[in-house]
């Protein structure tokens, strides 16, 4: 059975029927293949059949064909008559009759009669064997079937005998042989004659019962039906046993025997055997008797052996495919809930997707919406500040004019008030401007390289100032502290200006406010600490939360009737990030407040500026003496002068990439790279061509001294030389070049001339520096980083350089280039303040203004005035 059970065919099938095909013909076809399979099967392995048909029946059922319902049962209920299964059999059958339709299913019933008829008259439940085969009867009839109406009035005939209804039973005999008058079957013939014979002799008469047995006998023989003629003789032989006909008997058993043996029919070569040995022993041939009695015995036991192992086996098997069935059915369950699993899975999975598409579809779509309302509301925002600040300037400039001419206290003091109102309003417009180019991604950062100290100095006299006014004192306490650094004025000024004035705001007249600054390290990193500080009204732990939040105000009441928007803090967040930093406040009710900003600092690059920003004078001293080395090192140093020596002339100019002096002294013969290709070096680069070089020589010959001066030496000082000679020629090279920085400062401070006509006069590098500061002045992020990469110098050797030529710093040359360019378009009225602030790369009016009045003593708004 196994080795069935896993024919590839078969289980083909079996999957098809567990996959549940959707396509109906393939089940079709499945299901039709699984019964023929089963029927194949039937007659030598009746438990795959089952099986099978198990299998087809529910794969019909599920596809609700009928027929092949039909005939799965019919599989399986012949499959267990075979194996005995008399009442399952039975209980399919009549399941199959419920489903039959006449007369379509007239074939299938009649089957079933028939079957249902041959299976209770194996219970002996004669009564209804003759109910079912008369049934079948008329089924045939209906059909018009002769042979087999022939075949159950032959069968009926039989039932009516064991019934003792002789009469019926002659009656049906003589209908078949009506029938077999018509039409010769020797098959039911011999079975008409052979009932007859029976028949004759159950009633006790035995002479037509002989003739009649051996017409039947005739009958099977002429149609080869060796089975049937077997069972004819042998009932002749038991008749003339019965009749005691011995040797008559003996004939017909031994040739029955000889059939049965003939044909394997073991269990009638027992009978016959057991037959033969009785009439031979009624014969007296005990010798024989015994050799077939005991023949017929050991055949019967191992017929009863053979019979118990079938039965074992068949037990056995039952139970395999019980178990089997099971396995199936777990299988067929197992592969639904794992379709179920897989299914959820993939619905769980397809949402899931699904969902974070919508979520990052929405989430983008955000973005952008807000991005675009930023930008909306920047723009906005801008064109109403100029439309403000427009009218702002022209209420302003009348005030300040009417604030110089009049003399009258009181008006004095209505204009002042005037003043200040519009300065308030002027910086809430900025305030508000700054935080919507914030939130617009649009502010940007403007770091320059400046005067850390003179900064804050300005900031501590701005706010003792303010806070004087209230009748405060306003310390500004500096420590730890470097001169220059990299910083953004303008928004410093605003974290600052906000920190600072809402401490004066929110303190009490007669309270104390200050700024504590100091330079701490992080990391290696210099980080600039900023600690605003008051004994005012302090600030409660709800308050604390909110206080950075845009437009909340702390409940008015608390001792102070300070006005405000609410916005001064959220810009100051916002920039303190924006630069990288962070913002704390440690506050309570009635304590004070302390706002503390700590943001990274880059300070200015120790080599190359140092010695400039000190104010030194650094000298390199190139020379291969180490005698002459020292000697000259201790005389400048002597000077105050900062020395950098070389060993040759590679060595130097080796120097010369890191550090930027302001005078190059040099031997002319040196091992390696000599003193004039130094000098050559020195002149071609854009860095270094301005530095004076005195060549220092053994070497005097005309020629020689010739060649130096040629080649771009300013000095030519031959050896053995004089010390104070030496101090008199550096001192007058560094001279010139001090002259030549305040010829360029004076012709700055020309009101006069115009910004090109200052800047023609000036060496062709701060000239090309002028042209691109010119050229983009409108950007405010032009940085000093920005000018020396367009200038193609490093950015150290930039600012030595540009400090050395003009005494100027870059960014302060930068910054007077947009003041004084804002100046002449203020004066040729080429737009207002704002106009030309913005014009001039000024991100912020009110710092545009404050350098402006810092640079020409007055604000930009009277400039265009006559
Ligand atoms: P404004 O001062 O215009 O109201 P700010 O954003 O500058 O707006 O400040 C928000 C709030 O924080 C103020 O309304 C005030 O209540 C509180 N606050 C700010 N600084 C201080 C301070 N130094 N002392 C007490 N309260 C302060």
Redesign the pocket.
């Known amino acids: 059975m196994n080795r069935v059970f896993w024919n590839p065919r078969v289980i083909f099938f079996l999957l098809l029927t567990f996959a549940g095909l959707p396509c109906a013909t393939a089940q079709d076809d499945a299901t039709a293949a699984l019964l023929d399979r089963a029927h194949h099967l039937s007659a030598s392995f009746p438990d795959s059949t089952i099986l099978l048909a198990d299998s087809a029946l529910s794969l019909a059922a599920a596809q609700g064909n009928v027929k092949q319902r039909i005939r799965a049962m019919e599989e399986k209920a012949y499959a267990l008559t075979d194996l005995g299964r008399s009442e399952e059999a039975i209980a399919i059958y009549f399941e199959a009759l419920k489903l039959c339709r006449p007369p379509g299913d007239n074939r299938q019933i009649a089957f079933i009669y028939n079957q249902l008829g041959y299976l209770y008259l194996g219970e002996n439940d004669y009564a209804a064997a003759k109910n079912y085969y008369t049934l079948d009867l008329a089924v045939h009839r209906q059909m018009g079937d002769e042979k087999g109406c022939g075949n159950q009035l032959l069968n009926l005939a039989g039932v009516h005998r064991l019934l003792h209804e002789y009469d019926s039973a002659v009656f049906r005999l003589n209908e078949l042989e009506g029938i077999l008058t018509l039409k010769r079957d020797t098959l039911l013939e011999g079975g008409l004659y052979n009932e007859k014979g029976i028949l004759f002799q159950t009633t006790g008469v035995p002479d037509s019962a002989r003739v009649y047995y051996k017409e039947a006998a005739q009958a099977w023989a002429l149609g080869h039906y060796d089975s049937q003629l077997m069972r004819a003789l042998f009932n002749l032989a038991d008749l003339e046993a019965g009749q005691k006909r011995t040797e008559e008997a003996l004939s017909l058993y031994l040739e029955s025997d000889s059939i049965a043996r003939k044909l394997h029919l073991f269990h009638e070569q027992v009978l016959t055997g057991k037959k033969i040995g009785e009439m031979y022993a009624a014969m007296g041939n005990t010798a024989l008797a015994y050799r077939y009695l005991q023949d017929a015995a050991s055949l019967g036991d191992s017929l009863k052996i053979k019979d118990d192992a079938a039965f074992a086996s068949r037990l056995d098997r039952e139970f395999r495919m019980e178990q089997n069935r099971r396995t199936i059915q777990d299988q067929q369950l197992r592969i639904r809930r794992e379709e179920t699993r897989l299914l959820f899975v993939i619905i769980i999975s397809v949402c899931a997707v699904f969902l974070l598409v919508i979520v990052f579809t929405w989430y983008r779509f955000r973005q952008r919406v807000r991005a675009q309302v930023e930008a909306a509301k920047a723009t906005f925002f801008d064109n109403v500040a100029h439309e403000i600040r427009t009218p702002l300037s022209m209420i302003l400039a009348p005030v300040k004019v009417l604030q110089k001419k009049s003399s009258d206290p009181d008006e004095k003091k209505q204009l002042d008030l005037a003043e200040r109102n519009i300065t308030r309003l002027n910086e809430l417009i900025t305030q508000m401007l700054d935080i919507s180019k914030i939130d617009a991604a649009h502010y940007r950062l403007n770091e320059s390289y400046g005067d850390l100290q003179a900064y804050f100095a300005g900031i501590a006299a701005t706010c003792e100032a303010q806070a004087k006014e209230k009748n405060m004192k306003f310390t500004v306490n500096v420590e730890n502290f470097p001169s220059h650094g990299f910083f953004d004025h303008d928004a410093l000024d605003k974290i600052i200006g906000?920190l600072a004035g809402?401490?004066i705001?929110?303190?009490p007249p007669g309270g104390e406010a200050g700024i504590d600054i100091s330079v701490t390290q992080k990391d290696a990193h210099p980080e600039l600490s900023i600690s605003v500080w008051?004994t005012?009204?302090?600030?409660s732990a709800a308050?604390k939360e909110r206080?950075?939040d845009r437009f909340?105000?702390?409940d008015?009441k608390?001792g102070t009737d300070?006005?405000?928007?609410?916005?001064?803090?959220?810009l100051v967040r916002e920039l303190v990030t924006l630069m990288k930093g962070k913002i704390e406040v440690e506050?309570s009710p009635g304590n004070?407040?302390v706002?503390t900003v700590t943001l990274p600092l880059r300070l200015a690059e120790k080599n190359a500026s140092s010695s400039a920003e000190n104010g030194e004078t650094l000298v390199l001293l190139v020379e291969d003496d180490s005698d002459i080395l020292a000697f000259n090192r201790s005389l400048l140093e002597g000077e105050t002068y900062k020395v950098i020596t070389a060993g040759d002339g590679a060595e130097a100019a080796a120097v010369l990439e890191k550090e930027l002096p302001d005078i190059i002294i040099t031997d002319l013969m040196m091992p390696g790279r000599d003193g004039l290709s130094l000098l050559k070096e020195v002149r071609s680069s854009a860095a270094t061509e301005h530095i004076p070089v005195i060549i220092l020589s053994a070497k005097s010959a005309a020629e020689t001294r010739i060649t130096g001066v040629r080649e771009g030496a300013q000095v030519f000082l031959s050896k053995p030389f004089v010390p104070d000679e030496l101090i008199a020629l550096v001192r007058s090279q560094l001279a010139i070049l001090e002259k030549q920085q305040q010829r360029y400062r004076s012709a700055n401070e020309d009101r006069e001339q115009t910004l090109e006509e200052r800047f023609a006069g000036t060496d062709p590098f701060t000239q090309k520096f002028f042209a691109l500061a010119v050229q983009h002045l409108e950007d405010s992020g032009l940085s000093v980083e920005r000018l020396a990469e367009l200038m193609h110098i490093n950015r150290s050797h930039f600012q030595r350089k540009m400090k050395t030529l003009t005494g100027y710093s870059p960014s302060e040359l930068l910054r007077i280039i947009r003041l004084e360019t804002a100046l002449q378009l203020l004066r040729e009225k080429k737009g207002n303040v704002t106009e030309v602030a913005y014009r001039c790369g000024f991100t912020s009016q009110s710092y545009f203004s404050k350098c402006f009045v810092q640079r020409f003593g007055y604000a930009p708004s009277v400039a265009g005035k006559p």
């Open positions: 906000n809402n401490a705001k929110y303190t008051d005012g009204a302090g600030i308050d206080i950075f909340y105000r702390a008015p608390r300070a006005r405000g928007a609410g916005i001064g803090l959220s506050s004070g407040s706002f």
